[in-house]
């Protein structure tokens, strides 16, 4: 056997292998991501974000021992970059609150710390929790708006926001 068919039969391989990952694993870590991200087209970005992910590390060789707790992981830290890459449009009452990021780099580094934290926490809670605090908190959206568009009533609407900053 020559080093190209080698080579060409390597490729083929790895191929079924993740494929094989793919259709084992694709409707699990679709529901894992669809529970955090509110956006349906959001969400089918970042499932392929992370396939496309492992594909590249498989080309590259790189040792995975669990590949689902792999996959999830990767899941969960596209999720807190989607959450981060919002953050300067909607977490600007809250950054006001933190320190400044001009009194030097560990008031900046505390900064980015706490913004990070607070994105993965964001990115952590259920869904109709996670809806409420970023419509209101993020947003800007009243309770009475929000009630409007989604039928659910104020007060459910309060007491999620409630166990959402618990």
């Known amino acids: 056997m020559?080093?190209?068919v080698r080579l060409e039969r390597m490729a083929l391989d790895?191929?079924?292998?993740?494929?094989?990952v793919v259709?084992?694993?694709?409707?699990?870590?679709?529901?894992?991501?669809?529970?955090?991200?509110?956006?349906?087209r959001d969400a089918e970005d970042i499932l392929q974000d992370v396939f496309s992910t492992l594909v590249e590390a498989n080309r590259l060789l790189m040792p995975i021992d669990h590949?689902?707790?792999?996959l999830f992981r990767v899941a969960r830290n596209r999720i807190v970059d989607l959450f981060r890459s919002r953050k300067p449009d909607?977490?600007?009452?809250?950054a006001d609150l933190l320190p400044s990021p001009h009194t030097g780099p560990e008031a900046a580094y505390a900064r980015q710390l706490l913004?990070?934290?607070?994105?993965?926490?964001?990115?952590?809670?259920p869904k109709e929790q996670r809806d409420v605090f970023?419509?209101?908190?993020?947003?800007?959206?009243s309770f009475k708006e929000m009630s409007a568009a989604s039928g659910v009533s104020v007060n459910t609407l309060l007491s999620r926001k409630r166990y959402a900053v618990l």
């Open 2 to 4: 020559t080093g190209a």
């Open 14 to 20: 790895q191929n079924e292998r993740i494929a094989q």
């Open 23 to 40: 259709a084992r694993e694709e409707s699990r870590l679709r529901r894992f991501i669809r529970r955090r991200v509110p956006d349906p």
């Open 67 to 70: 590949i689902t707790g792999w």
């Open 90 to 94: 909607g977490l600007d009452g809250v």
């Open 115 to 125: 913004l990070d934290e607070l994105a993965a926490a964001i990115a952590e809670l």
């Open 134 to 141: 970023v419509g209101h908190e993020i947003q800007g959206r």
